[in-house]
């Protein structure tokens, strides 16, 4: 196993459109083990394959304290949603970053395993707002795109700076 590069805004090829899976190999089964190890390993409730330079219709999230709650989607479709929900959402693509976002409160999804079995379930508050914002990266969309562009200009010029404070000489490790 290994954990995956996470790539952060505004970096373009996060808003690449994922392609559906196709096949069900031992390639993707692969994948999907590195996509949870990085997703426990950098503390986040959900990943999208998006945010490691995969453009497949794949992710995965855990939205339990426990961090035993482990599920697997692919080729998720949303097929019926309804109310609404506002939470603060995060993003690891978009670190240090919170805004409020408007879901929807209940879905139901259709989605496949990762041995290529399809199954259906309801889902409603936090799992709900996850599977939404995940989905959202499958199409290229991240959370900071339902802010306003003064807001999301922001939201960059943050970013700019945390990386510039990031920045430390070479050999000190
Ligand atoms: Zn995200």
Not at 29 to 51: F, P, S
Not at 149 to 157: A, E, H, S, T, Y
Request: charged share 30%; net charge negative; hydrophobic share 40%.
């Amino acid at each position: 196993m290994a954990t995956l590069e996470i790539l952060e805004f505004p970096d373009p090829r996060l808003r690449t459109v994922a392609k559906p899976v196709t096949d069900f190999t031992s390639e993707l089964k692969q994948l999907v083990k590195d996509m949870i190890e990085t997703m426990y390993a950098a503390n986040g409730i959900g990943l999208a394959a998006t945010q490691v330079n995969v453009h497949q219709q794949l992710l995965v999230l855990d939205v339990s304290d426990s961090r035993d709650q482990l599920r697997v989607y692919i080729n998720p479709e949303i097929l019926e949603s309804s109310g609404s929900q506002n939470c603060e959402e995060g993003c690891l693509s978009v670190p240090g970053i919170y805004a409020d976002v408007q879901r929807a409160e209940h879905i139901r999804v259709r989605a496949f395993d990762a041995e290529g079995k399809v199954f259906e379930e309801s889902l409603e508050g936090m799992h709900a707002i996850c599977l939404q914002h995940e989905m959202d990266h499958l199409q290229g969309k991240l959370f900071v795109d339902y802010l306003s562009p003064l807001k999301r200009q922001m939201v960059r010029k943050k970013l700019e700076k945390q990386k510039k404070a990031d920045k430390r000489p070479a050999a000190v490790l």
